[in-house]
């Protein structure tokens, strides 16, 4: 396991910061999955682990955001993650799985779109052109203060 966390912390510490909201998407996609799972299976404890894993993730994506600087998108995406939280939060121990698989889907679409603005990205990088403009970097994490 060691070894696999050494190459986690290197995909983290040498990633883009699009990079790292594709790696954000996908370890709460992973998270999503796994409170699924223990919604399936009855257990309570776990689905509300995984389920506060998510939230916190969301939670860390939405304060990435640089809202004044961001200006539509990232009001947007704000919005979005309030209610992907607001999802999360009714199904808690509902035993259904619906508010999950909602947040799963959005989850999935926003990492798709990232995903073809990266490929634009890289594209454009062979031809020298600036590949999305400056609300889109900021929205992604670019212009994000640390």
Partial sequence: MVGYQAYQKNEVTTSTPLGLVLLSYEALY???????????????????????????????????????????????LAELYGYMLRRLSEGLCSCSTSSVDEVMLLVLTLREAWQAI??????????????????????????VCA
């Fill in 118 to 143: 990266s490929s634009e990205m890289v594209e454009h990088k062979e031809t020298k052109v600036a590949p999305i403009p400056k609300p889109m970097q900021v929205a992604m994490g670019y212009g």
């Fill in 30 to 76: 992973k998270t999503l999955g796994r409170a699924k799972h223990a919604i399936d299976g009855g257990d309570l404890a776990a689905e509300a682990d995984h389920t506060s894993r998510a939230m916190e993730a969301i939670i860390e994506l939405s304060s990435s955001l640089n809202m004044e600087e961001g200006g539509d998108i990232a009001r947007d």
